[in-house]
């Protein structure tokens, strides 16, 4: 299936109302998703994975100039595609389903997983948020996230890291596990059902394991 140049993969559960995770991905990697998956839960799930996206620019909040030397500046489109997302992308998904799911599950790796934790700032469309190796050292978000509240809190936010990711060149970068850290604090000190975990490793360390674990605690409680 695709939308406005966006492709959908849908692995649809077979039990009716069992939960859905949107996960906001390159193509292919819902096969290696939900095969890690299967070593943390054997609770019922539909999985859509949508590809196509402009990372740089669908995902970011707000407009940056290059993070890289040579690479392109962010767009700040989040927004835009989180209107595309809500209103045309999940109704055609759950179109596709066994009745409505009990439940809907943003996640997302890096930028998307900036992006699942910001729409929940934007939207009740998600009730719980995976925010995998998370960009939080996108430039200003930590701020927003502390000064602004969710349009719904989330019933269960996950937030990861690697252990080596804030040992970086990159001085905006090298900030991930101070904001990550302190948005976790954040999210504790308002008793939210949340958790910070750390993996070993950088960034690119095993991000299909990392997603499932995440969205494994995402869905614990469903469907007993």
Wanted: net charge negative.
């Amino acid at each position: 299936m695709t939308i406005e140049g966006k492709t959908i993969n849908l692995f649809p559960a077979s039990e009716p109302g069992a939960p859905l995770v949107v996960l906001n991905a390159d193509a292919g990697e819902g096969d290696a998703v939900l095969e890690a998956l299967r070593e943390y839960t054997e609770k019922p799930l539909s999985l859509a994975v949508i590809g196509g996206l402009k990372w740089e620019d669908d995902l970011t909040p707000w407009p940056n100039p290059p993070i890289f030397r040579g690479s392109e500046p962010c767009a700040g489109r989040a927004d835009d595609y989180l209107e595309l997302l809500t209103g045309r992308m999940l109704p055609a998904i759950q179109a596709q389903l066994q009745g409505m799911p009990a439940t809907i599950v943003l996640a997302g790796y890096s930028l998307a997983g900036l992006f699942a934790l910001y729409a929940a700032y934007r939207t009740d469309a998600f009730q719980r948020i995976v925010c995998a190796s998370g960009s939080l050292w996108y430039p200003g978000f930590a701020d927003y996230a502390v000064a602004h509240s969710f349009v719904r809190r989330p019933d269960r936010l996950y937030l990861s890291l690697g252990d080596r990711e804030h040992r970086t060149k990159n001085p905006i970068m090298r900030g991930i596990e101070d904001q990550t850290r302190r948005l976790a604090d954040h999210y504790r000190a308002q008793g939210m059902t949340s958790i910070l975990e750390m993996n070993p490793g950088g960034h690119f360390n095993d991000p299909g394991r990392r997603l499932a674990k995440g969205i494994a605690w995402a869905l614990e409680g469903e469907l007993e």
